[in-house]
């Protein structure tokens, strides 16, 4: 039997993927970066930090790939601005790529609904009977994880700094200019962002209410749903004075909902799913998994089994479908836990986040294919080496915060 808090977060996922569709209805990535951008003149690593900020920040309230998808058309206007020769081009067009992938991928681990794998992991505790799955609600995830991604965040740009190193600036005002958006969509913008903080206070506070009133949380499952009734009422039912003077609208028509979707960025996505595919064929992802528990019986010590475990799950999702990857090494370290249930929820929360933050290859996560395919003159090689630098350096924060920081956040919420 699924419980009531799991079905409550099925309602947080589909609410959070509705709104971003109203984010890119409209534009509201687009007016942040213009809204960041106040210089007339503006260096490129201070405009790289603006973007993987604010990637971050959106890619937390709504599903990691569509806030890159969002960004996409942003990236392409910065690109244009830019002068320089044909290397300068695409060592710039790299570093904004990379800026806004990187963001999107960080920020998915940042809440709950960011991304598929972060609910995946909630599911497989349930299926599996953890007995710390109770403690991983919308609240508390959110209590542990948002800081972890801001950390990220900001490694993230000191390593693109020390790969790319920026030299030139760029003009900020007529950037600015060229990112203002149309003005028949300021007043949806203004509602899309009264929206979102009523979605994060909202389920933060349900959230934790159904972990505080045990006794009730049938009832508040009840309220949940009514809950999201409301959204979807708002989204789809009420009329709306989108621009004065003429007849109202709504939020999100359908045509919104799979709306202006990169064709050469989901070629790169498929054909990190045919990989994948093959990869699968040839049991490698139970390879690797069984590898990794060959580690663990050897006894070794617990931080360092966190670092090997999140090390294969990163670098073989740089060939399978990060899903695929956490699933398998899920079901082949099951084992653990009767060996060390203590470590075991670590080792599988490591899985999963380490599984998400893979940087180097165009076909290791669906943003990092959105973003290589999209785009024209990126550099490969920049890609891989930055990536592999990143890689490195997430696994080293990922491990030490889910094996010092996370017990003690969960701690609170027993």
Not at 104 to 123: C, E, H, K, R, Y
Not at 162 to 171: C, E, G, H, N, T
Request: aromatic content about 12%; overall charge positive; some cysteine.
């Amino acid at each position: 039997m699924i419980h009531p808090d799991k079905i409550q977060l099925l309602f947080f996922f589909l609410i959070s993927y509705l709104l971003s569709r109203v984010f890119v209805r409209f534009e509201v990535p687009r007016s942040l970066v213009r809204w960041l951008i106040v210089e007339k003149h503006i260096t490129i690593s201070r405009l790289s930090w603006l973007i993987i900020f604010g990637t971050t920040i959106i890619s937390m309230l709504i599903a990691n790939v569509v806030t890159l998808m969002a960004m996409i058309p942003v990236l392409e206007l910065i690109h244009k601005q830019f002068n320089g020769t044909d290397k300068e081009h695409r060592k710039f067009a790299t570093l904004m790529v990379l800026s806004a992938v990187w963001g999107a991928n960080i920020g998915g681990i940042g809440m709950l609904t960011g991304t598929t794998t972060n609910g995946i992991l909630v599911m497989l505790y349930e299926q599996f009977h953890f007995p710390i799955s109770s403690q991983f609600t919308f609240l508390s995830w959110m209590t542990w994880a948002m800081p972890l991604a801001l950390l990220l965040c900001v490694v993230g740009w000191l390593i693109l700094m020390l790969v790319f190193r920026p030299a030139k600036s760029m003009q900020g005002g007529e950037l600015r200019s060229q990112l203002c958006g149309d003005d028949s969509h300021e007043r949806g913008r203004k509602i899309s962002l009264w929206l979102a903080p009523i979605f994060l206070l909202s389920a933060a506070s349900l959230s934790s209410s159904m972990s505080i009133f045990r006794k009730h949380q049938e009832e508040l499952l009840l309220l949940s749903a009514v809950w999201m009734l409301g959204f979807l009422y708002l989204f789809f039912l009420h009329p709306f004075r989108l621009q004065s003077g003429e007849k109202r609208q709504i939020l999100l028509p359908w045509a919104y909902i799979w709306h202006d979707l990169p064709r050469k960025g989901l070629l790169w996505v498929l054909a990190g799913v045919a990989i994948t595919t093959v990869l699968v064929f040839f049991n490698l992802h139970k390879v690797l998994a069984h590898a990794s528990l060959q580690w663990i019986t050897s006894e070794k010590s617990a931080l360092y089994l966190l670092l090997i475990v999140g090390g294969v799950a990163t670098f073989a999702t740089e060939l399978m479908s990060n899903s695929v990857v956490q699933i398998a090494m899920f079901g082949a370290l099951f084992p653990i836990t009767k060996v060390n249930p203590n470590i075991s929820w670590q080792v599988m929360l490591v899985i999963s986040l380490t599984s998400t933050c893979a940087f180097m290859s165009p076909i290791a996560t669906p943003s990092n294919g959105l973003g290589f395919g999209s785009l024209r003159k990126i550099s490969l090689p920049y890609m891989l080496f930055a990536g592999l630098l990143m890689n490195l350096g997430s696994l080293m924060i990922i491990s030490l915060w889910v094996h010092y920081v996370v017990p003690i956040v969960l701690c609170l919420f027993a």
